[in-house]
């Protein structure tokens, strides 16, 4: 495909966009060229520019990875970690564990002298113990536990994961060793442990808040036992912690953090370059090449899991037939949007597994782009003349959909070609989220980032029935064979036969076509020269506990 040509046709996308960014950019390079760094005396911390508000901070309430930026390796710690170097699952605040002969008992031998948070509100009078292992995830899975339903009783990830069905009982033996029985084997059971989703609360500070009869507390003002401390937000605004100065692990860095609160991109990188902000979530692609021409500001770029794609509401005719979805996905000239979105930085996607993953099926084959073709399929099911729907396109940039605005004008001109009309709906980001929860919408572009290197990761929180009623499935599908596939898969250890079961998932969805997958990008951030010791993980969220300034 030829940008140049489809840029002739639709240049109000694509040629005008481009350029227009890049004169804006200049523009912000020359002025902030003019204005003198800030000093370092001007402020202890450090300050990290997102692009949306958390929803939560609780890690269990959300899937969000505008939040779990913010909140999860901030506050929290997990069970167990993952390796970013290689995927492995490594210690936390287990040390060890142990695995039954039969797969369904986990025994975790807990680290002690692990200190909880002291906060303005919260004075723990103890150490970490088995005794808050139990309090977190029985909140998930014990309907009887006294915070379960205080947020609504939603847990979408665990949720997704079908938890509460997998896990019979948490156990506390002793202060430091604990035990969970499942139902049955569970092949992905350490890896969900090692998610962003898995942090560990504190049952002292639970029992607090019952006493106070404030149960609410608990997921708005947190306390938990990682690098950092709460201590205020300003919703829209900002998010400002500090130090946790017994923290376990040591060597954190800044005594402050402040997520400043910035939705628009260009906002974000005029305050990188007026150094009000140290780092930049998502820059856009188009802008990458300016901003590396800066001494001051260094681009760092990393292979990551995730996948952008485009779901329909496989409950809302016309998108229950299996004909139109196939239409819709042949009416879309993904080699524009590769150049146009994506500038190139991305991997066209035949599924959502990226390549990098132990099970991508490589012989998948690729997407086809027919207009013609796509009105054939529409006059077979019955729409001849066209229908319209809407395209819900999310507010914020995204590592998996660097633009989707763009993204969905450039759709909206191709579904024009063969008789769709198709309507561009945007909404401020966590009203954006919950709408998408209650599955309002026709169709939406959106994705899913990698937060562990087990396959599952991207077929049940995104696919399986128990996240559709989760309100995670963005597809709104629940196919139980589908289903039965990837549940065969978690019945086995032997990576071999999960991989032939996956394979087979994903030919399946192939032929399901519930969401089109369009890329798996390349992930960026934009950080100050002058701070160091921030890395990009491959497996989602951010740790700024190793953030420090460097002489200049």
Request: one cysteine or more; charged letters at 15%; glycine letters at 6%.
């Amino acid at each position: 495909m030829n940008l140049s040509n489809y840029c002739s046709t639709h240049t109000i996308y694509c040629c005008a966009y481009t350029k227009y960014a890049a004169a804006l950019l200049v523009a912000w390079l020359m002025l902030s060229g003019c204005q003198p760094q800030m000093p370092q005396t001007a402020r202890s911390g450090l300050v990290y520019c997102s692009e949306g508000s958390p929803e939560s901070f609780n890690p269990q309430l959300v899937t969000s990875g505008t939040t779990i930026d913010i909140i999860s390796q901030q506050l929290y710690d997990r069970l167990v970690d993952i390796d970013p170097d290689n995927g492995d699952i490594v210690a936390g605040l287990a040390t060890s564990w142990h695995v039954s002969a039969d797969g369904t008992r986990y025994q975790f031998n807990l680290r002690d002298n692990v200190s909880f948070h002291s906060t303005r509100y919260f004075s723990p009078s103890r150490k970490f113990n088995a005794n808050d292992v139990q309090f977190t995830f029985n909140r998930i899975t014990d309907l009887n536990h006294p915070f379960h339903f205080e947020a609504g009783g939603i847990y979408p990830y665990f949720q997704s994961v079908d938890w509460a069905n997998l896990v019979k009982k948490v156990e506390a033996i002793d202060d430091y060793t604990v035990t969970f029985e499942l139902q049955r084997p569970d092949s992905s059971f350490l890896s969900n442990l090692a998610t962003d989703f898995a942090a560990i609360l504190s049952a002292e500070y639970g029992q607090q808040l019952l006493a106070a009869k404030q149960p609410g507390q608990i997921d708005r003002l947190p306390v938990g036992t990682g690098p950092f401390r709460f201590r205020e937000y300003q919703k829209d605004i900002l998010v400002r912690f500090y130090r946790h100065n017994d923290y376990w692990r040591g060597n954190t860095q800044p005594e402050q953090l402040v997520f400043d609160i910035v939705p628009n991109n260009a906002r974000r990188m005029a305050k990188l370059f007026t150094h009000e902000c140290d780092i930049v979530a998502y820059p856009r692609v188009a802008e990458l090449e300016l901003i590396a021409k800066r001494e001051d500001v260094t681009v760092q770029e990393s292979t990551s899991m995730n996948v952008g794609f485009w779901a329909f509401n496989t409950q809302k005719p016309p998108f229950d037939q299996l004909e139109v979805r196939q239409a819709l996905g042949m009416a879309i000239n993904r080699a524009a949007i590769m150049q146009a979105v994506y500038y190139g930085k991305a991997t066209p996607a035949y599924g959502i597994l990226p390549p990098t993953s132990w099970a991508y099926n490589a012989g998948l084959p690729a997407p086809m782009y027919s207009p013609a073709k796509a009105r054939a399929l529409l006059t077979k099911a019955g729409y001849p003349n066209g229908f319209t729907m809407n395209i819900w396109a999310m507010p914020v940039q995204r590592l998996y959909n660097p633009n989707a605005l763009k993204m969905a004008e450039l759709m909206q001109a191709d579904l024009a070609q063969i008789g769709i009309k198709a309507n561009i709906i945007s909404y401020e980001w966590n009203s954006f989220r919950q709408k998408l929860g209650n599955y309002e919408h026709d169709s939406v572009l959106i994705g899913w980032a990698a937060d562990n290197a087990d396959p599952d990761n991207f077929f049940r929180p995104l696919l399986s029935c128990a996240a559709r009623d989760s309100g995670s499935n963005r597809a709104n599908w629940c196919d139980p064979m589908f289903d039965d596939i990837i549940g065969q898969a978690l019945l086995t250890a032997d990576q071999q036969q999960r991989r032939a079961l996956y394979l087979t998932a994903q030919q399946y969805l192939h032929q399901q076509q519930p969401l089109v997958a369009i890329a798996h990008s390349q992930r960026f951030q934009a950080i100050s020269s002058s701070v160091s010791g921030v890395s990009i993980n491959p497996y989602g969220g951010i740790s700024l506990q190793h953030a420090k300034r460097v002489s200049p």
